[in-house]
């Protein structure tokens, strides 16, 4: 084990004033170690809070050498403390030996070791060890060939804090966006398009405005889901049949809804300036204008869950794992929005902790 960096303390009292996250390291054999390692490696970054990456210090300590920067953080064994009083710990996964790691792809041992960090952090979350989760990019082929029941990290977190109305939602660009459909085709959406799924999203979306973002009045709007909204018909009739009882519906609940607007005019400046947060349809809807204005540095952000979870806003790009040429911009937001809505939000809003059964 490393001498331990003088702006890094652990122990098992009390922490002080900053938040403290926990970082997921994601596949061992993908940029996760490398962007967190930059990411961190900002002094200003360091100073928003605290922080336990839950991964393994071997690899992390590889990452570092290959960008010449020297290592700011110790590790402990996972099993240890979770206490962090300042600085960088890691929480060390050494079982997953990082010489495996010589061939990036997805594999099944890359999978049980993202879904084992994964698992630690809701623990830590469930038991109020943690402020907030910061993810790194999982392979979503890994956690299948590891047996995992859910596709990514949204899932299994809002199944491990037992949510069923969650959505997934991006922040970059001078944008808040949240996604109505995710991983659904074009052509399937119409059997998917219910009241429902229009008014979750508007939903969630102005909650997390009001707690989360300290909003007060938040105003939101929303995207048509067919050309120019269908022109009052034309084109389709999902907006007069789904989105515009959705939106009244969200009205009666006090919420600040307008729309449904023209998706190729919504996102412009004169809108992004008049409205807070905003609601797609589809995937790349809401995607597209957030990749153009952000795309290395949009943070993806879950709504409806009882902690807050940040994540990266992009994959594992095993084609350039441990060539030192990822971007951590994105992997800064993420830690930056979990410290900012931390901050503000400091006090759990759930209970009692649900039980965690880790799957690895």
């Not at 993806?300 to 902690?307: C, Q």
Request: net charge negative; charged share 20%; hydrophobic share 45%.
């Amino acid at each position: 084990m490393k001498t331990h960096p003088a702006d890094a303390v652990a122990s098992d009292h009390p922490a002080g004033r900053k938040p403290l996250i926990g970082i997921t390291m994601g596949d061992p054999a993908g940029i996760g170690a490398e962007v967190i390692v930059k990411a961190l490696a900002d002094p200003e970054v360091r100073r928003l809070g605290r922080f336990i990456i839950f991964g393994v210090d071997e690899i992390l300590n590889g990452a570092a050498d290959a960008a010449g920067i020297s290592p700011y953080w110790f590790g402990l064994p996972h099993k240890k403390s979770r206490r962090v009083d300042s600085g960088v710990v890691v929480a060390d996964f050494d079982e997953y030996a990082a010489g495996y790691w010589i061939h990036a792809r997805p594999t099944e041992e890359g999978g049980r070791a993202s879904l084992s960090f994964f698992d630690e952090a809701i623990q830590a979350a469930a038991a109020r060890e943690v402020d907030a989760i910061v993810t790194a990019p999982i392979s979503k082929t890994g956690w299948e060939l590891a047996g995992c029941r859910f596709p990514g990290h949204t899932e299994k977190i809002a199944d491990a804090f037992g949510v069923k109305r969650y959505n997934m939602a991006f922040i970059g660009g001078g944008l808040r966006v949240v996604l109505a459909s995710i991983h659904v085709g074009l052509f399937q959406l119409r059997n998917h398009f219910t009241l429902g799924m229009v008014f979750q999203p508007i939903d969630l979306m102005h909650t997390a405005l009001r707690e989360w973002f300290g909003i007060e009045h938040p105003r939101i709007a929303v995207a048509g889901l067919n050309p120019h909204a269908s022109e009052g018909g034309r084109f389709g009739d999902e907006e007069e049949r789904v989105i515009k009882p959705a939106m009244q519906m969200a009205r009666n609940n006090g919420v600040d809804v307008d729309g449904p607007y023209p998706a190729d005019t919504l996102f412009l400046p004169g809108n992004r300036n008049r409205f807070d947060g905003f609601v797609a349809m589809y995937h790349d809807q809401g995607l597209i204008p957030i990749k153009m204005l952000a795309f290395d540095t949009a943070v993806n952000l879950t709504l409806g869950l009882p902690v807050i979870r940040t994540s990266v806003d992009h994959g594992t790009a095993f084609d350039i794992a441990g060539t030192n040429q990822a971007d951590p911009g994105s992997m800064k937001e993420a830690v930056r929005l979990a410290c900012e809505l931390a901050t503000r939000t400091r006090t759990p809003q759930w209970s009692p902790p649900p039980a965690v059964v880790p799957e690895a």
